[in-house]
Each structure stands twice: as structure tokens, then as C-alpha cells.
């Protein structure tokens, strides 16, 4: 009996033989296919920054084929398979609107450390236009590769990409991550230079140049549709003496803003900024209270090209940003009207930084005041601001021949009206804040 199962086991192994090698034809043949198959999307632009870029589309990739804004970053993103809460294949990339501090390697073994993965390979990528600083990055023992690659950009931005996969093949990660690069795309972007030169010149006059008596001051009403009254917002920037010690000479500017709107997603928001008059120094400190929660923001620039942005809520989060040529805080939204209608430019696009500690790009362009919807009897000059972030807010601003905004237009879902009063006004519509607008005028004092 034994002798007989000796005799058959070497047929029982052929065909186990035989299986395993048809097995692994079907494997390679499958690897082949899912390479094959491997198709790119048509290029994804990022609007008004001269960027464009082609995702991994078809064979179960999924893509929204659009790029988001989150946290100072636009992130354009696609995973396989599709609708899989576990992708084996990802990748990404990302638009940060400010160049972090580090250089390329110290990144790429931040971002190895941060997996428990190893650095295994560096390298440098030149196309048309870019030049992209990469590394491999794996773990071995989950048979996981990732490459990262980055690049600085004009005006302070940066590009990083990553396509990452786990239990398979680095060489196809390799494939994908070098076709991204390959269809990369990067155009000048004149509207952001336009708005790095009224920048510039803004510092060089000095904010000084642009008050009144010493101050300006913006107080608005809040109308919805219906033209009730349902908020305010009031600004306030006065130039104080200096003292002459660290600033050079330089005169001080102080600014105290507040927001409150009413209703079932009421908003109270409060705001401090300092800065010396080239705008080389500052710092800009918020509060904001809603329905979800309080938030405290500080901004700082305490160096020519650094910002840090610290907020305080159960944990500290703070974060550091090189200051581009074409941030601005907008608390001096006022001064980019101005000097666009003294430098002549129609259009321009700047970063806005907020008080919350958001930096947005911001399309501003100056519009007809006679026909149309933007026609305004009282209006010398009106502008439409646009916010690049994809939440589809504008505003239409009018200004009188002083070159002061007297009324807004803002649309976002619903359009709301802001009406230029006085601080009187507000403290009579709003008793409740009327304490806090004193206590805010006599800050500035």
C-alpha cells in the first residue's frame, strides 16, 4: 500500500507543479493588465495659480478630480480601489500657498519618521518648468513603498506629491508617481506678481501714508435680503507715537476689529493687530465664539520672512510659514483698494491672512459703477473681491470719491448688506456690544 502512494506522489506533484505555474502566469498577467489599464486623467487645474496636473483615473481609481482647500494647502487626491475604506493605492498632491522652512531632505526624513518607515532612495527630477527634489521611502516588512517628492515654487508656494501602496510592487508606485511629474504643468502667474508689487509698495509708502487725522474708521451695519438689520462689523486704525527705540523712527499702527452677526448661526468675533509701519513686524490676535465653540488665534512676523500661526483651543496647534510677497492681513483691505486705483492695475491676486489664521488667495478686480448690477449712483469706484478657496464667496465693494467703502455686497448661500453708519448707530441697534465697542475705541486711544 505504501509503495503504491510512492509510486503516484511524483504525478500529485506535477500537477500541483503545473498549478502553481499557471497560478503565477495569471498573476504576472493580472500585474500586467492593472499596469495596462493604468490611465491618466486630462490636466486638473488649480484656478487663477497657472498649475495643472493629471491623476491616475480608470481601473477602479477614484478621483473627485478637484482640487480642495483645507488648513492653508489645496490637496488633489485619488485612491484604488474605488469606494474601498481600505486603499492598497493612493496618491496625492498638495499646494501649500507658503513654503514650509525645512529643506528637502530634512522633509523627506520627517515624513519617514512619521511611518516608522526608512529612507532608501533621494533623488532629482528637471521638467519644462519645475524641479522636484524626491525620495523612496518603505517598509519593508509590510512590503510598503512610498515616493515623495517635492519643489519650491514662485512666490514663496510649494508642491508636494506622494503615491503611495501597500502589499505590492514599488516599481508600479515608481510608474505612477514619475507620469504625475511628467504632466506637470506651471505657468506664469502675472495676477499674483501684479499683487506682490501693490504689496511691496504699500510697505514702502508705510500705512501712515494712507489714514486720516491719524485714524480711519469703518463701521457697518449687517441687512440680510430683507434688509433687517442682523449684525455689524467695525474697524478701527489709528497711528500711535513711537518711542523711537526698536522701530527705527517708525510710527506704531494699532487696529481693533469686531464682527457679530445674530441669528441661528450667530458669530461674535473680536480682533487686535500691532504692526510697525512697513509691515515688517506684527502681530494679530482674534477671538472667535459660535455655536461649536471659542476659538484664540495669534499671528506673529517677528522675522523678515517667517510667520508663526499659534490657536488655542483643548490643544495648542502652532505652525510656521515663510511670508510670501503677496500676504497681506486684511485688515488692510482698505490700502489694496487704494493704492490698485493709484497703480492703475484693474486685477490682481494677493493672500489674504486672516484673522483666524487662514491665508486665502483673493482675486480682486475694479468694475464698472454704471450699468448693469454693479450700477451704484454714489459710487466713484467699485471693486469685486473674490476668495479662491472654493467656498464661492465675493464681495462688491463701493467706494466714494474719498476712496472710502460706503457699502458691501457679500454672497455666500444667501446676500448680505453692509451699510457704512457710525459707532452710534451700532451701540443703539446693539445695546448689548455697545460697552465692547467703547472699550475697543479707547484701546486705540
Not at 509698495?201 to 491719524?214: M, P
Request: hydrophobic fraction near 40%; proline fraction near 3%.
Amino acid at each position: 500500500m505504501n509503495n503504491t502512494q510512492e509510486t503516484n506522489n511524483p504525478g500529485y506533484d506535477k500537477i500541483a507543479l503545473l498549478g502553481l505555474f499557471m497560478l503565477s502566469l495569471l498573476l504576472a498577467n493580472s500585474i500586467v493588465f492593472f499596469k495596462a489599464r493604468i490611465s491618466f486623467s486630462d490636466p486638473i487645474r488649480l484656478s487663477k495659480t497657472g498649475l495643472s496636473v493629471s491623476m491616475p483615473s480608470g481601473h477602479n481609481w477614484q478621483s473627485e478630480k478637484q482640487w480642495k482647500y483645507q488648513e492653508n494647502i489645496f490637496s488633489l487626491s485619488c485612491l484604488f480601489p474605488r469606494g474601498s475604506e481600505r486603499p492598497t493605492a493612493w496618491a496625492n498632491c498638495r499646494y501649500l500657498l507658503s513654503a514650509e522652512t525645512t529643506t528637502p531632505q530634512m522633509r523627506f526624513e520627517q515624513r519617514a519618521s512619521a511611518i516608522n518607515a526608512v529612507v532608501t532612495e533621494t533623488n532629482q527630477t528637471q521638467t519644462d518648468t519645475l524641479t522636484i527634489d524626491w525620495a523612496r521611502i518603505d517598509i519593508p516588512e509590510l512590503r510598503f513603498s512610498m515616493f515623495f517628492g517635492t519643489s519650491r515654487l514662485p512666490d514663496n508656494r510649494q508642491l508636494d506629491i506622494e503615491v503611495s501602496q501597500i502589499a505590492g510592487e514599488g516599481e508600479l508606485t515608481e510608474q505612477i508617481f514619475k507620469r504625475i511629474i511628467e504632466s506637470l504643468k506651471l505657468e506664469d502667474n502675472r495676477l499674483l506678481k501684479d499683487g506682490a508689487e501693490i504689496v511691496a509698495e504699500i510697505k514702502r509708502r508705510g500705512i501712515d501714508s494712507f489714514l486720516n487725522s491719524q485714524n480711519r474708521q469703518a463701521y457697518f451695519l449687517i441687512k440680510d435680503e430683507a434688509k433687517r438689520n442682523i449684525g455689524f462689523t467695525m474697524d478701527v486704525i489709528v497711528e500711535s507715537d513711537t518711542d523711537g527705540s526698536a522701530a527705527g523712527d517708525q510710527p506704531d499702527i494699532r487696529a481693533v476689529g469686531q464682527f457679530y452677526i445674530n441669528g441661528q448661526n450667530s458669530i461674535e468675533h473680536a480682533a487686535f493687530f500691532q504692526c510697525s509701519n512697513n509691515l515688517d513686524q506684527f502681530v494679530y490676535k482674534s477671538e472667535t465664539g459660535s455655536r461649536i465653540g471659542r476659538i484664540v488665534v495669534e499671528i506673529v512676523l517677528n522675522t523678515p520672512d517667517v510667520i508663526t500661526i499659534r490657536k488655542f483651543q483643548t490643544q495648542t496647534d502652532e505652525k510656521s510659514y515663510r511670508l510670501g510677497p503677496a500676504m497681506i492681513p486684511e485688515v488692510f483691505l482698505d490700502q489694496l483698494l487704494m493704492q490698485m486705483l493709484v497703480s492703475e492695475k484693474k486685477q490682481i491676486i494677493v493672500d489674504i491672512i486672516e484673522a483666524t489664521g487662514k491665508i486665502i488667495p483673493t482675486l480682486l478686480t475694479e468694475i464698472e459703477t454704471t450699468e448693469g448690477i454693479t450700477a451704484d449712483k454714489d459710487a466713484a469706484f467699485a471693486f469685486e473681491l473674490e476668495l479662491l478657496d472654493g467656498r464661492g464667496f465675493s464681495e462688491r465693494l463701493y467706494l466714494n470719491e474719498q476712496k472710502q467703502v460706503y457699502k458691501r455686497l457679500a454672497r455666500q448661500d444667501n446676500l448680505y448688506i453692509l451699510e457704512r453708519t457710525g459707532e452710534e448707530n451700532i451701540a443703539r441697534e446693539f445695546p448689548e456690544h455697545a460697552d465692547r465697542i467703547l472699550r475697543n475705541n479707547r484701546m486705540l486711544k
